[in-house]
């Protein structure tokens, strides 16, 4: 079945520091990637999302690109703030045509000043 | 536009006990989710409706849990008797389109 992997947190960041954080999926078909970030107290929001492959999605300064030859969608940003402190999801959806979203684990960072 | 909208917030039951959590979409949006979140993991789908028909609900533990969207609008998620590993936080999401999934803020429950 469908799945996703990513990275195992929490990572800590100093502010200003680069972010990568790694996903790879395994998947039936041809899915949509999704990142989704839940902020301290708050609900899920999606991030960014790419539809096929070589896609980049990109919002609020994080950008990944899907890459179908490795499977993987890498969540990056140039340059963390202390308010990017979240946990992040990597998600799959729309794989033999359902909607059903597959979600990662969830990876955490912290930033740092 | 107003959000997903879900109550309660927080829950505390004791095991074999019931509980139900109500959620109100997106106005206009047909598909709505319920996810199980456990403690440090990633959400888990437990059933999805288009409309008030049931799309998937191949994660749904059925001998006690159930789910309806009545008119195709609210829904309701029902756990009875609960157990101790259903403490999560239960998340209901609508969309109009795949990866257009608004999140509710969740009801966390314990089960104690």
């Known amino acids: 079945g469908d799945s996703v992997t990513q990275m195992e947190g929490p990572v800590t960041l100093s502010e200003e520091a680069f972010l990568t954080i790694n996903c790879t999926y395994t998947?039936?078909?041809?899915?949509?990637l999704f990142w989704y970030v839940q902020y301290p107290g708050e609900g899920l929001q999606l991030l960014l999302k790419a539809t096929k492959a070589d896609d980049k999605g990109s919002n609020k300064g994080f950008e990944a690109t899907y890459r179908k030859e490795t499977t993987s969608f890498h969540l990056e940003k140039g340059s963390v703030q202390v308010s990017d402190s979240a946990v992040y999801f990597c998600a799959l959806g729309g794989s033999g045509g359902y909607q059903k979203v597959t979600f990662g684990t969830g990876t955490k960072l912290q930033v740092i000043p | 536009e107003a959000g997903v909208a879900q109550s309660p917030r927080y829950k505390i039951i004791e095991k074999r006990q019931s509980v139900a959590f109500w959620c109100n979409p997106i106005?206009?949006?047909?598909?709505l989710y319920w996810y199980q979140q456990i403690l440090g993991q990633g959400p888990k789908l437990l059933i999805q409706f288009q409309n008030n028909g049931v799309v998937d609900d191949s994660q749904l533990p059925k001998d006690r849990f159930s789910a309806e969207r009545l008119k195709g609008v609210d829904s309701t998620l029902k756990i009875q008797p609960a157990k101790l590993e259903d403490s999560a936080v239960y998340l209901c999401?609508?969309?109009?389109?795949?990866?257009?999934?608004?999140f509710g803020p969740g009801t966390r429950l314990t089960v104690l």
């Open positions: 998947a039936t078909g041809y899915p949509s």
């Open positions: 106005s206009g949006h047909a598909t």
């Open positions: 999401a609508s969309s109009l389109k795949l990866g257009g999934e608004f």
